[in-house]
């Protein structure tokens, strides 16, 4: 009977020392644990683009082009800096003395440099952007059935905003709404009589794009 008891006891107490020394490996907590990656805005990024502009109800026209830009995204703030380039056909014309005079403008191509500002939500992102501006415009004179053009570069601002989602970690679409404001130009300084200084002038422009964005550093991971 004691043999038995002392058989018991050893076991009991054998039990008991294992328990303990399994009981803190399964309670104990996971050094670090990696929660899911955030959409990272992060990086240079180039694309193409296309759209709409006017200014009015007569002049008007289709554009496509580049764009070449980068971020930094600090949480859910996302700021960077972009050039654009495009080709334009956004033309209109008016008459200056019926029967004699016409004239024609055409803005063969533009571009932007500017800086953005975004809020982050996941993988879309809200932004404003605004920055220096320049287009390439034809102006055209056609007087008693004599042609005569001549192309200046008009330089402005934009001001602009728009939305941009990301379909990837890498590529992304976005839709954008702009202003531009042209300041005056002068033109046929090589004229008789010239130069003939053209007003001012403003573009409102929506464009689609596409963008492919190279990152760096790769998204933040929290740990716990």
């Known amino acids: ?60 026209g289709g554009f496509a ?26 033309s209109g014309s008016a008459t200056a003395i019926p029967g004699v005079a016409t004239v024609t403008d055409t803005i063969q191509s533009f571009g932007s440099a500017t800086a953005r500002i975004g809020y982050a939500a996941g993988n879309v992102l809200f932004y404003g952007k605004g920055g220096a501006a320049f287009a390439s415009n034809k102006l055209g004179v056609n007087i008693l059935g004599i042609p005569l053009s001549d192309t200046q570069t008009h330089y402005g601002y934009t001001v602009g905003a728009g939305i941009e989602y990301g379909l990837t970690p890498n590529w992304s679409v976005k839709g954008e709404y702009l202003y531009t404001n042209y300041q005056s130009a002068n033109y046929f300084a090589s004229v008789p009589g010239g130069p003939v200084a053209s007003g001012s002038f403003y573009v409102n422009s929506v464009k689609l794009g596409v963008n492919y964005r190279f990152g760096w550093g790769g998204p933040v991971v929290a740990k716990y």
């Open 65 to 90: 082009g580049g764009t070449l830009g980068g971020n930094a995204q600090f949480g859910s703030l996302v700021v960077g800096g972009e050039l654009e380039g495009a080709w334009a056909n956004l």
């Open 1 to 60: 009977m004691k043999i038995g008891l002392a058989v018991a006891a050893v076991v009991a107490s054998v039990s008991a020392a294992s328990a303990a020394d399994v009981l803190p490996a399964a309670t104990k907590a996971p050094r670090s644990v990696a929660a899911s990656p955030t959409y990272d805005w992060s990086g240079f990024y180039i694309g193409v683009m296309g759209g709409y502009g006017w200014s009015g109800s007569s002049f008007n």
